[in-house]
């Protein structure tokens, strides 16, 4: 069935330094993938997507590049801030839209 | 202003009580879910509804039941409540199953003591 690993955390970075948190899927036919945002004690909050491959999903500084021939969808930001600590999850939705499966969720913690 | 919102934010209650929490949405999207965060931040289904279907997930305990009065409600009513209740709970929708995208609720930290 389909699934979403993504990397465990936690994951602690100095301010300004590079992010990267892996993701990839397994899935039969185009799903679309997602990240959401987790700031502490909030709800889920979608950050990126893209829905087919080949597609950049990007907002906040965050991008994340839908790669089919490595089934993945890895999370990028080039300089976070402390604001950014929070926990990040993969999802992916199947081509049928009936099925939305998410990540274990990778928590981030940005010290200044 | 509030997409999805749930209540109440925080609930505390002894084991063996019955509790509700109340979920609504004013998106107009025609699918409403509840899921269930554990203590470690994973992500668990609970139940998936629109006006045609309801799924749920076989590995909830029936103590739980989803009530929806209409499209843009989805409550989640639970029984008996145990120790291992405490979570928390979030109420999402979308407009299609999943397909574009959950909008989530800012969640309840049910604690059962």
């Known amino acids: 069935g389909d699934s979403v690993t993504q990397m465990e955390g936690p994951v602690t970075l100095s301010e300004e330094a590079f992010l990267t948190i892996n993701c990839t899927y397994t899935?039969?036919?185009?799903?679309?993938l997602f990240w959401y945002v987790q700031y502490p004690g909030e709800g889920l909050q979608l950050l990126l997507k893209a829905t087919k491959a080949d597609d950049k999903g990007s907002n906040k500084g965050f991008e994340a590049t839908y790669r089919k021939e490595t089934t993945s969808f890895h999370l990028e930001k080039g300089s976070v801030q402390v604001s950014d600590s929070a926990v990040y999850f993969c999802a992916l939705s199947g081509d049928t839209g009936n099925q939305f499966y998410f990540g274990t969720g990778t928590s981030l913690t940005v010290i200044p | 202003d509030t997409a999805v919102s749930q209540t109440p934010k925080y609930l505390v209650t002894q084991m063996g009580n019955d509790k509700s929490i109340k979920c609504e949405q004013n998106l107009g999207h025609d699918t409403m879910y509840w899921y269930k965060q554990d203590s470690k931040k994973f992500l668990k289904i609970m139940f998936s509804?629109?006006?045609?279907?309801?799924?749920i997930n076989e590995t909830v305990p029936n103590r739980f039941s989803p009530k929806s009065p209409d499209k843009a409600h989805l409550n989640l009513h639970i029984n008996s409540l145990e120790l291992g209740d405490s979570a928390v709970y979030f109420c999402?929708?979308?407009?299609?199953?999943?397909?574009?995208?959950?909008?989530f609720g800012s969640g309840t930290r049910l604690t059962v003591v």
């Open positions: 509804y629109n006006n045609k279907e309801l799924i």
């Open positions: 999402a929708s979308s407009q299609i199953q999943g397909a574009v995208g959950y909008t």
């Open positions: 899935a039969t036919g185009y799903p679309s």
